[in-house]
Structures are given as C-alpha cells and as structure tokens.
C-alpha cells in the first residue's frame, strides 16, 4: 500500500503541470488517481472478505497477514543468512525463507518433507527436535534455531550455500513447541519465520498408522528392523498385514483430542505468516505443492518421493474390531472417517 503511495507521490512529480494546461486538467488527473485508489481498496477489502469466509475444511488456507503479497511486507521473510561454516559463495546475494513445518506423528509430515527436499534449493532438517537437549528450555530451543537459519545446521536434507527455503518438521505433541509457545511464536515473527500446518483430517486412519508403528517399534516385521516410512510395495505390505485394535471406550475422547491439538496451534500461531495443508489433499491433487512452492517463493519444480504409503484401501482391512468402531462412530460426526479413501 505505502509502495502504492510512494508511487503516487513519484507519478505526480514527474507530470508537472505545463504552463499552458488547466487547473481542470490537474482536477481531472487528480479525480482519475482517487477512482483508481478507491477501487484498488475495495478488491483489497473484497479480498479479505472472501478470506474470512473460506470453511473450516478448505483444502489450503493462507491466513496470517492479509497483504503479505506487497512487497513492502515481504521484506521481513527475505533473508540473506551468513552461515559460519561456509560461504554462500555464488547463491549468497539469493534470499532465503526461513519456514518450520508444525504436524503432529503420522500425518504425513515425512512424506511431505521428502517432496520438499526433492526441490534443489530447500532443505528441510527432520524432526531435529527429537533430541531432548535441544528443547530442554527456551534457550536451548532458540539456541537450536539460530543454527537451523543461520544454515548452519547439518543434515542429510542441508543444500547449503544453495538453499532459498531451511527449515524443519516439529511435533505438537512432543515437549517443547506448545509449552513455549509465546516465546516461539515472539521468535518467528521477529525473525519472520513461516509456519506451514500439516495435519491429517482423518484421525481415525491416522490412529491406526500411530497404533501400528508403535507395535512395529517392539515387533520390528521388516527383518528385524524397525520401519516408521517405507519405500517399495512389499515392506508396505509386510507392515499393513498388522491389524490394530482401537480401544472404542476412549475413541471419540481421543478423536476430540486430536482436533483440539490442532485448534490449539492454529490459534497460537495465528499472529504468524502461516498455511495450513491436509495429507489427503496433497494425495488427492499433487498441484497443492505449487501452493507451498508459492509460499515459500522457491522456483516452481516438480516434487518427487520415493516414499510408499503403508495403508491402502478400506480401514476395515486394518482395523481387527473394525464393527465396534463402526457402532462407536456411526451418527457421530466421525462417521465419515470410516469411508473415506485416505
Ligand atoms: C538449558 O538446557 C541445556 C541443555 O540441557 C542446558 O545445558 C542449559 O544449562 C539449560 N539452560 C538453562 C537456562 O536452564
Ligand atoms: C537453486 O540452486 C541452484 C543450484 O543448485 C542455483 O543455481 C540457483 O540459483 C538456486 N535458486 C535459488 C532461487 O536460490
Ligand atoms: C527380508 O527377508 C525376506 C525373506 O524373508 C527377503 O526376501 C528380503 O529381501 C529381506 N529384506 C531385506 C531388506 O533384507
Ligand atoms: C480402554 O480405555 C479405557 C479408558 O481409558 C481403559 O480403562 C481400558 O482399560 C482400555 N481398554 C483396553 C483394552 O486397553
Ligand atoms: C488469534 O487468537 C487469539 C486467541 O483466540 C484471538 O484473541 C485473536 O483475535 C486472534 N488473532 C487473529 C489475527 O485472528
Ligand atoms: C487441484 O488443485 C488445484 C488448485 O490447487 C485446482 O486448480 C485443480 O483443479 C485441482 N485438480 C483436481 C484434479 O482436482
């Protein structure tokens, strides 16, 4: 908007009334710019309407700072990081986006990161607050992150001096994230770090993924190796031929706990440049990534993961009290859980 004043003000200067022309010639250039002003604020204003009215379930929400298309405030998310360990050498004058990718175990979120990482210029760290030390205090954790954006950070995902997107997966439910929350969210914003939402929007698939690969930790069905993602069809197979039972005293309970999870963060993070994305639609129609690439303004490339989804086809194939988990959730607002594809 101020870009748009500034404009103006420019415009202005450089037509100078010639001598000769009216002052009616002004009035009229001066009405013109008003008009074009006035209807400019009011698709600004259309704009933001139609953004409070998108529902619950939209498949992609861009929420957070309603105009962060100007320029003006893109400034705050443009980085030009200088990493202690190595020089950013020809790619040094290219910004970078800092982003943390906030998901919860089992809806997909190491998928989504080896779509991101399959981008040249991303590099997206893991769940690097898995170990306890880094998020034992506030200090530790903003400790950790200065590292992640500085590029300084190390893993098998870090593109280095090439990198125009860092960041990282976190885990709602794990400690650290929802217990600091004021300091992390005062840090993103102050750092201007994005946020991008990864949740599941069906949590009884997502049940049965977290209950199996908590019984595959102990029974290790792939050779005696425990498997959290596969890669080919067979180990996909050889995982999903475990069938859990859903304890159905405590399913809605937890259900309802899970949404509240996700409420909960969306709601904290609210004063952040954030989106939110579902599993199923990135499933259903692999166009969403373009949405992230946009996001995070990387160069539009085709993502790719050599990632094979471990449960396919009917939940009633991997549930073993599949009818008592019918009878629970059916004429409560679950009950579409039990049909849906993904
Ligand atoms: C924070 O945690 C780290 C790692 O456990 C520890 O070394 C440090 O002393 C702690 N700092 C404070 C202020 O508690
Ligand atoms: C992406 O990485 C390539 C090298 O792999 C580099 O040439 C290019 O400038 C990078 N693009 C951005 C936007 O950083
Ligand atoms: C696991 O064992 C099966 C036979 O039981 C074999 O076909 C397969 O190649 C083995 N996989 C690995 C990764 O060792
Ligand atoms: C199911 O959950 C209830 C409530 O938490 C608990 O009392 C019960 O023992 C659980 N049943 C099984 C089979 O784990
Ligand atoms: C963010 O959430 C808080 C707490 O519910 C609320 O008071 C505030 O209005 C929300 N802000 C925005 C920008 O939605
Ligand atoms: C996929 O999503 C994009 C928007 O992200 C939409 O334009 C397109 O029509 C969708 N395609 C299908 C097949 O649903």
Same mark, same amino acid.
């Given at each position: 908007m101020a870009e748009f004043i500034l404009g103006f003000n420019k415009e202005s200067l450089i037509i100078k009334?010639?001598?000769?022309k009216s002052p009616l010639f002004l009035r009229m250039i001066v009405l013109m710019f008003a008009m074009v002003f006035g209807v400019y604020i009011c698709s600004i204003c259309l704009k933001q309407i139609s953004i409070e009215t998108?529902?619950?379930f939209e498949s992609i929400k861009v929420i957070g700072r309603p105009s962060h298309e100007t320029k003006l405030l893109e400034i705050p998310f443009k980085h030009y990081p200088m990493p202690e360990t190595f020089s950013r050498a020809e790619c040094a004058r290219n910004p970078v986006r800092f982003f943390a990718i906030l998901?919860?175990?089992r809806s997909g979120s190491g998928w989504f990161e080896s779509l991101l990482n399959s981008h040249k210029n991303?590099?997206?760290? @893991?769940?690097?607050?898995?170990?306890?030390? +880094? $998020?034992?205090?506030i200090s530790s954790i903003v400790q950790t992150l200065d590292k992640v954006?500085?590029?300084?950070?190390f893993s098998s995902a870090s593109k280095n001096e090439c990198s125009a997107a860092t960041g990282f997966k976190w885990m709602l439910n794990q400690v650290g994230l929802m217990e600091h929350h004021e300091e992390i969210v005062?840090?993103?914003?102050?750092? @201007?770090?994005?946020?991008?939402?990864?949740? +599941? $929007?069906?949590?009884?698939?997502?049940?049965v993924s977290v209950l199996a690969n908590s019984y595959d930790r102990y029974a290790k069905l792939l050779n005696g190796t425990h498997k959290a993602h596969v890669h080919s069809e067979e180990e996909a197979d050889t995982l999903s031929k475990y069938k859990p039972t859903i304890n159905c005293t405590k399913l809605i309970t937890d259900l309802k706990e899970m949404e509240s999870t996700a409420a909960k963060a969306i709601e904290c993070f609210n004063s952040t440049r954030h989106m939110v994305l579902y599993y199923e639609d990135i499933v259903k129609n692999r166009t969403v990534l373009k949405d992230v690439e946009e996001f995070l303004r990387l160069p539009k490339k085709r993502l790719k993961s050599h990632q094979v989804k471990i449960h396919n086809g009917p939940l009633a194939d991997h549930i073993r009290n599949w009818d008592d988990v019918k009878n629970t959730l059916t004429g409560t607002?679950?009950?579409?859980?039990l049909h849906s594809d993904y």
């Open positions: 009334p010639s001598p000769k998108v529902t619950k998901s919860m175990q991303v590099s997206s760290n @893991g769940e690097i607050f898995s170990v306890k030390d +880094r $998020r034992a205090n954006y500085n590029l300084d950070w005062e840090y993103f914003n102050r750092r @201007g770090v994005s946020a991008i939402f990864l949740f +599941r $929007r069906n949590l009884l698939r997502r049940m607002p679950y009950e579409y859980f």
